[in-house]
């Protein structure tokens, strides 16, 4: 009888083994709708805009993996290996960045490509963007702002209550604090 056990629990760890994506979640940061959408939409088109451009949005080394970001104390933090952005986490903030500052910003364009004619220019380096032990979302970092030959650089530093455990809350809820930054940085440009 204690034959067929070894063979069979050989198997199953095989089996376990073999499948090198199952478990693996790929994580997109949401396109939250935004207050300012609707005030953009009743805007008229003006003919001359201004122009914005990002010229570069930046993570710090530890963020520029493909694992979600994890803090599980004031000195640790972990990278998950299953829990993973779909695309890298630079990309994806500037993309949304452009979103929502073109919708916080009617008559603006906004563009993550260089514009010819005058241009603002803003850059932004995201130096916190995980969920941490205490139950909190961290979105922090800087941007400076290059508007009508002055530069300005702003620090930020959000910590949002995370509703729920879990990797989707916390992306969730660390899209809610890039779309709130990205709200003071709209409010700051006009």
């Not at 207050?35 to 570069?56: G, M, S």
């Not at 979302?137 to 910590?159: C, H, I, K, Y």
């Amino acid at each position: 009888m204690m034959k067929w056990i070894v063979p069979v629990t050989m198997a199953a760890l095989l089996a376990a083994c073999s499948s090198d994506d199952s478990g693996k979640t790929y994580y997109q940061l949401p396109d939250l709708p935004a207050a300012a959408a609707a005030a953009a939409a009743a805007t008229p088109a003006q003919t001359t805009q201004r122009q914005l451009w990002i010229e570069h949005v930046g993570v710090a080394d530890y963020l520029n993996g493909t694992g979600v970001v994890y803090q599980t104390n004031d000195v640790q933090y972990v990278i998950a290996k299953d829990n993973l952005w779909a695309s890298p986490l630079e990309q994806q903030l500037q993309q949304t960045l452009v979103t929502q500052l073109s919708r916080d910003l009617p008559g603006w364009l906004v563009s993550s490509q260089t514009l010819a004619g005058d241009q603002d220019v803003l850059n932004v380096t995201v130096t916190g963007f995980h969920g941490r032990y205490d139950g909190k979302a961290v979105v922090s970092g800087q941007w400076t702002l290059t508007q009508n030959g002055r530069t300005v650089t702003q620090p930020f530093n959000l910590q949002l209550n995370q509703p729920e455990d879990g990797y989707d809350n916390l992306v969730r809820t660390l899209a809610q604090g890039w779309q709130q930054q990205a709200g003071v940085i709209a409010a700051y440009v006009k």
